[in-house]
C-alpha cells in the first residue's frame, strides 16, 4: 500500500519490558519523525531523522531509541517501557531538507504501559 | 515552554457560520506555519499552511491570516460544516533546523447542525 503505515495500531505492554513501534513510508521521503500525542500537549517530537543512517533528538527523546538503516523504515524502541510512555504515538514523513512542505502522518499507535 | 499556543482547547459553532481558530508562537525563526487536521483514530491530516514572506492563503473554505508582528495565525472557515468537526493542530517549522514540526495543543472544533 502507497503511503505511510504504523503497526501495531494497538499495543499494551508492561512495565520494563521493551517494545518496537514500526513505521514504514513508500515515498522514498527524507525526512521521518516519531510523535506523542498527550492531553494537553499536542504533539510532540521525539525523535527525527533527516536521512538515512542520521538521527537526532526532539523534545522528548528520553527513554526511546530509533534507527534508521533503510530509507522507507523508522522503528521507534521504548527500552524499558514505564507508564507515562502511555500514549498515541505518529510516525510521520516529509519530503527534502531545503523544502517548506508538509509532514504526512500515520494512523498512530496507541500504546498502554500498564 | 510551548513554542506554537493555542489558548482555546474547544470551540463551537452552529452550521453555516464562521469558525475561527487561533494559534500563538514565540519562536521569530518560524518561516512556515501549517493547519492539521484530526478525526478520532486517525492521523493528522495536512489541511493548509502559509509561508512567513505572506499574510493570507485561501484554499476554498479555508482561510489563513498571519499576522507576523503578533506572532499570530488564524484559521478560518466558511461556511463551517459538520464534517469540519474535529481536532485542529496549528504547527510552524524553520526550513534551516530541519523540517520538524511544532505543534500546539490543539483545538477541538464543534459544527452544530
Known amino acids: 500500500d502507497a503511503g505511510i503505515t504504523q503497526s501495531p495500531r494497538y499495543k499494551i505492554t508492561e512495565t520494563g519490558r521493551q517494545v518496537t513501534l514500526m513505521c514504514h513510508q513508500t515515498?522514498?521521503?527524507?525526512?521521518m519523525f516519531w510523535y506523542r500525542q498527550d492531553l494537553g500537549h499536542g504533539l510532540r517530537l521525539i525523535y527525527y531523522s533527516a536521512a538515512a543512517d542520521i538521527t537526532d533528538k526532539g523534545e522528548v527523546s528520553d527513554g526511546y531509541v530509533v534507527s534508521r538503516s533503510k530509507t522507507e523504515n523508522f522503528p521507534l524502541t521504548l527500552e524499558s517501557a514505564t507508564r507515562s510512555q502511555t500514549s498515541v504515538y505518529f510516525c510521520?514523513?516529509?519530503?527534502?531538507?531545503?523544502?517548506?512542505?508538509?509532514?504526512?502522518f500515520g494512523q498512530g499507535t496507541r500504546l498502554t504501559v500498564v | 515552554d510551548q513554542q506554537v499556543k493555542q489558548n482555546s482547547p474547544s470551540l463551537s459553532v452552529q452550521e453555516g457560520r464562521i469558525s475561527i481558530l487561533n494559534c500563538d508562537y514565540t519562536n521569530s525563526m518560524f518561516d512556515y506555519f501549517l493547519w492539521y487536521k484530526k478525526y478520532p483514530a486517525e492521523g493528522p491530516t495536512f489541511l493548509i499552511s502559509?509561508?512567513?514572506?505572506?499574510d493570507k492563503n485561501e484554499d476554498g473554505r479555508f482561510t489563513v491570516f498571519l499576522n507576523k508582528s503578533a506572532k499570530h495565525l488564524s484559521l478560518h472557515i466558511v461556511p463551517s460544516q459538520p464534517g469540519d468537526s474535529a481536532v485542529y493542530f496549528c504547527?510552524?517549522?524553520?526550513?534551516?533546523?530541519?523540517?520538524?514540526?511544532?505543534f500546539g495543543g490543539g483545538t477541538r472544533l464543534m459544527v452544530k447542525p
Open positions: 510521520a514523513s516529509s519530503e527534502g531538507e531545503w523544502s517548506n512542505t508538509e509532514a504526512f
Open positions: 504547527a510552524a517549522s524553520n526550513k534551516n533546523a530541519g523540517n520538524m514540526l511544532t
Open positions: 515515498w522514498s521521503h527524507s525526512y
Open positions: 502559509i509561508s512567513s514572506i505572506k
